[in-house]
């Protein structure tokens, strides 16, 4: 039998990661939403898209969450965007309240589910799902650094005018304004780019990522990214249904890695059937060590915003 994969909210980020999916053809995927009509929509319309990409996978549509049973995977980007002119405080209960209804529903239908945390501020819901759930910390896990790393290898490869595939970029963190790129460690055939690049140019980098989702925000004008976003959620989703072992950047709770308890945030991890099989730790400079602490000591200062 084909595991099922549930998608929670049918916005622009999670119908691009069940479209995505459903082209993977790694299981049967329930999309959920509480609108409804949207979530049956879109499902039918790419469902009915498989006879021209030559796919054939069976995705439902659903606003009953008594229909994501027993799923292997689910993946919760269910939330509001940040708007102008509302607080970083006030999405953080908007939002907790949004993962907190899926959660209770999770437990009753899918308690053995591996849940992957798209909803922003993604660090501080990794955590918030880790939480309510009561799952072992390797069944929650957040999207945010390959996302991350994605736009940092772009704007490496427009800069040095190579292909994306010819770079890797290491980007830790949190997912926001304490993002910790690091450029040390970030490469074009194994070259550092501190050995290609000027420090200027990569400063330049490292705030254009920084800036990544800003900018896309800026020039939509009406909601944020959604093609990079969902399809980094489907291809950690495969990484997990195919027991990839793939080392991924990924948000994970940690106990003293990294010299940090009891926070989630953006390290790299090895990805497989179990969810996060593995932390992967990098030797840090004394430099890269504090940035990193910094936005573990940020995503903390807003948990007192939750509740339990
Ligand atoms: O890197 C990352 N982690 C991110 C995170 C990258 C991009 C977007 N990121 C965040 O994902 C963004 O800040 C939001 O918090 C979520 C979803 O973004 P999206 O762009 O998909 O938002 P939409 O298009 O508004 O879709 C949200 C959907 C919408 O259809 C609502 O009806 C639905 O969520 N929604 C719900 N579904 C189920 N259950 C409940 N309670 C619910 N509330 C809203």
Do not use: W
Not at 16 to 41: N, T
Not at 45 to 73: C, E, F, L, P
Not at 272 to 292: P, R, T, V
């Amino acid at each position: 039998m084909k595991p099922k994969i549930t998608v929670i909210g049918a916005g622009n980020v999670g119908a691009q990661c069940a479209y995505r999916l459903a082209q993977k053809e790694i299981g049967e995927i329930i999309l959920l939403d509480v609108v409804e009509g949207l979530p049956q929509g879109k499902a039918l319309d790419m469902y009915q898209a498989g006879s021209v990409d030559n796919y054939n996978t069976n995705i439902r549509g659903t606003n009953d969450y008594a229909d994501i049973k027993d799923s292997s995977v689910v993946v919760i980007t269910a939330g509001l965007a940040r708007k102008p002119g509302m607080s970083r405080d006030d999405l953080v209960i908007k939002n907790a309240a949004i993962v907190k209804d899926a959660i209770n529903n999770i437990l009753k239908y899918s308690p053995h589910a591996i849940l992957l945390l798209v909803t922003n501020p993604l660090d501080v819901m990794t955590y918030y799902a880790l939480k309510l759930s009561g799952f072992p910390k390797n069944r929650v896990l957040g999207m945010a650094p390959l996302l991350d790393a994605a736009r940092m290898q772009y704007f490496i490869a427009q800069t040095l005018k190579v292909s994306t595939k010819e770079v890797y970029a290491e980007v830790l963190g949190s997912h926001g304004d304490s993002m910790v790129p690091v450029p040390r460690l970030s490469t074009v055939k194994s070259k550092p780019i501190t050995e290609l690049l000027s420090s200027e140019q990569i400063e330049q980098i490292v705030q254009k990522t920084k800036n990544g989702g800003a900018e896309i925000v800026s020039l939509l004008k009406t909601g944020s990214a959604y093609y990079a976003p969902g399809s980094a959620a489907a291809h950690m989703t495969e990484a997990i249904i195919k027991d990839k072992q793939e080392i991924i950047g990924t948000c994970c709770y940690l106990e003293g890695e990294y010299g940090l308890s009891d926070v989630c945030i953006g390290v790299p991890a090895k990805l497989g059937k179990n969810g996060i099989e593995k932390i992967i730790e990098l030797d840090l400079l004394a430099e890269e060590k504090s940035d990193l602490n910094k936005a573990a000591q940020f995503i903390k200062s807003l948990f007192n915003l939750l509740t339990f």
